[in-house]
Structure formats: C-alpha cells, structure tokens
C-alpha cells in the first residue's frame, strides 16, 4: 500500500497543526489506513513540530494504535474464567480455522484481525466473540462461521445467535 505525503498532509492539518494534536492525528491516521505506517508517523512529528521519539512513544504505549496493518474488521474472543468454562478455547480454535489467523494476525485478504483478551466484562453471554463492537453471546463452534461471513457479506446486525 502506497502512502500519499499530501494525503498525510491533509489528514493531519484538519486535527490542527499544534503539539497537543499529535493523538487524534494518529487516530484519524489509523482510521484512514487500519494502521500507523511509518511513513505516516515521522510526518507527525514533522508537521507538528514533536520530536520523532515521542511520536513513537505514543504509538507503542496506546494499545490503540497498530503499527502492522489491520483488517477492516476486529474479532475478539474472550478467554474469561466464564467464557473458558463455557468454551471460549474452542472457540477461538475454530475462528483461527476459519480465518487461518491466529490471535494478533490479520488475514491475508485484510478482512479481518484477531484478538483474544481475558476478560469483555459480559460474563452471563458467555462464550463471547465481539465483531466491531457488535456483541455475539452464548457462541459456539457451529455458530462461528455463519456469523464471520455476515460480515464478509456485510450483513453486519448482530443478532441473537
């Protein structure tokens, strides 16, 4: 993927070109491209005038930001106490089967990442898998596929599955 420095230019001067932009540059930067390309952050700091070193200190701190590209859509899977019991492992195993990606990898079309955390907080649906914010309790393996190719399909509701 080729990056535009004029492209960088316009994303970066609508956050404003002051010291105190320089997050919701990175933001509106990783919103652009899925990720912070390098490129993209070494014009931060030049057009905000920061040093280089800071702008990567806030790239690497904020989980937010990614430095390799990601895909369009995030899969999380949580990996709770509750959500283990109930089958969250073999959940996961059958996400990475179908998208042959493991936990922090991104699918070779760029269609979907990865991630698995410990804990989404909604104990009683599990086993939970979230697609972009979109909550998918009480999955299960037969489940999983059905629901990634709504959004491959870009039939994105989340139903009660």
Not at 33 to 52: C, K, M
Not at 70 to 85: F, K, S
Not at 114 to 139: H, R, S, T, W
């Amino acid at each position: 993927m080729s990056i535009e420095i004029s492209e960088l230019d316009s994303i970066i001067t609508k956050q404003g070109l002051k010291k105190n932009a320089v997050i919701p540059a990175l933001l509106a930067i990783q919103e652009e491209y899925n990720y912070v390309p390098p490129e993209a952050i070494e014009r931060v700091a030049e057009q905000l005038d920061v040093p280089l070193m800071q702008v990567y200190q806030v790239v690497s701190f904020y989980k937010v930001f990614s430095l390799e590209p990601r895909g369009i859509h995030t899969i999380t899977v949580c990996l709770g106490t509750a959500c283990h019991v109930r089958g969250s492992d073999f959940l996961l195993d059958q996400v990475e089967r179908v998208l042959s990606i493991k936990p922090g990898e991104t699918s070779v079309d760029r269609q979907f990442t990865l991630e698995a955390v410990n804990c989404l907080g909604v104990c009683a649906l599990g086993p939970v898998m979230v697609i972009d914010g979109k909550y998918f309790g009480n999955m299960n393996v037969s489940k999983v596929e059905r629901v990634i190719n709504k959004f491959k399909d870009k039939e994105v509701v989340a139903d009660e599955e």
